[in-house]
């Protein structure tokens, strides 16, 4: 198989653009199909495994205990402010990994198309995905298209699969938490969701407020070397803050505090989050992790996420406490708490 470069694709425009718009034929296995494959697909993910187009993919084993993530993606706008469908489904699947322990490495991606979505469109979104699995060190490996009659889709879903690995010695969960460690979040909260209903909600707004989303794997890695210690992790995704808190200590013999003034939060979202009536500690991020630490590390730990560039507005927002056992509580400044209460319903349908 020739080896068309990303070079080459960038320097001529792609067959797939001799259509404008995705064609069922472009799912049905034929000629089409591996045109769009070829040109668009292997050409911008460009991976030795990918480019073998094999029925799968064969991939090196470097040891550990393997971590599987699988993620469906579906977002309206597909591009958003700060970011667009293809960089959400890498870095979500990516962040799952990281936070697990895994040294994410390998990644299939599946597209499923409606007939008559734009050409010029997906492409954007291929390369958005190409450059965060780059930016995160992720292999695109396999993949599969298939394209739905229209009426029979909504523009673009996209399935990623990712694949990592965990050394041994990685014991992470909420097994491991004791009371007095320390949680801390990697920045501001609640900028993906707020930034995406915004936008959906046609608010007039002075200054847009962009998502959060990035693979986090980088900013993990480096507080994991700085905090060996650290006893759990989980990005914060749809719930939000409130979410993961309560899941942390659902059936556990301890509770969550978080400190509502420490927790950082950006002004326009504050600001939004009013208009739009939603609580930003349940707004969704795609580019934030809470991390539960041994108190005599949190400093190290913080050090670490502040000196990453996805890490700058890191916090200790919290602790883990020996009572109420079960309950997630926020502290005001004035020493009055209330219960941190597990989102309901779905605040914000379809935004990841
Ligand atoms: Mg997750």
Same mark, same amino acid.
């Given at each position: 198989m020739s080896k068309p470069s990303s070079d080459r694709l960038a320097a001529r425009a792609p067959a797939?653009?001799?259509?404008?718009t995705v064609r069922l034929s472009h799912g049905s296995g034929g000629k089409l199909t591996l045109e769009l494959i070829e040109e668009l697909f292997v050409a911008t993910f460009s991976s030795a495994p990918l480019e073998e187009l094999n029925d799968a993919a064969v991939l090196a084993n470097p040891g550990g205990r393997i971590a599987l993530a699988t993620d469906s993606h579906t977002v309206k706008?597909?591009?958003?402010p700060g970011g667009d469908i293809g960089r959400l489904a890498v870095a979500g699947t990516v962040n799952d990994l990281a936070v697990m322990g895994a040294t994410p490495a390998y990644m299939s991606v599946a597209f499923l198309l409606?007939?008559?979505?734009d050409m010029a469109e997906l492409e954007r979104v291929v390369r958005s995905m190409k450059h965060t699995a780059d930016e995160a060190g992720v292999a695109i490996v396999a993949g599969d298209t298939k394209v739905l009659g229209r009426?029979?889709?909504?523009?673009i879903f996209i399935n990623t699969t990712g694949v990592g690995f965990i050394p041994d010695e990685v014991n992470l969960g909420v097994g491991v938490v004791r009371p007095g460690d320390k949680v801390l979040v990697n920045g501001t909260l609640g900028d993906h969701g707020i930034a995406v209903m915004s936008r959906r909600e046609g608010l007039d707004l002075s200054v847009e407020l962009e998502s959060?989303?990035?693979?986090l794997n980088g900013l993990i890695a480096a507080v994991r070397r700085a /905090?060996?210690?650290?006893r759990f992790m989980r990005d914060l995704?749809? $719930?939000?803050l409130a979410a993961v808190a309560n899941e942390v200590v659902r059936r556990q013999a301890f509770g969550l505090r978080v400190f509502d003034a420490r927790v950082p939060m950006n002004e326009l979202v504050e600001q939004y989050s009013e208009m739009l009536g939603i609580d930003p500690m349940l707004a969704a991020n795609e580019g934030k992790v809470m991390v539960i630490v041994a108190p005599d590390e949190a400093e190290a730990a913080l050090t670490a996420m502040r000196a990453h560039q996805y890490g700058r507005? /890191?916090?200790?927002i919290g602790d883990i406490v020996r009572?109420?056992? $079960?309950v997630a509580l926020v502290e005001t400044a004035y020493g009055s708490r209330r219960v941190l209460e597990m989102p309901i319903e779905e605040q914000l349908p379809r935004i990841c």
């Open positions: 797939t653009s001799r259509y404008d706008p597909t591009f958003f409606e007939e008559g979505y009426g029979h889709g909504d523009g959060d989303v990035a693979p /905090a060996p210690n650290v995704t749809r $719930g939000g507005r /890191a916090a200790i009572r109420p056992e $079960g």
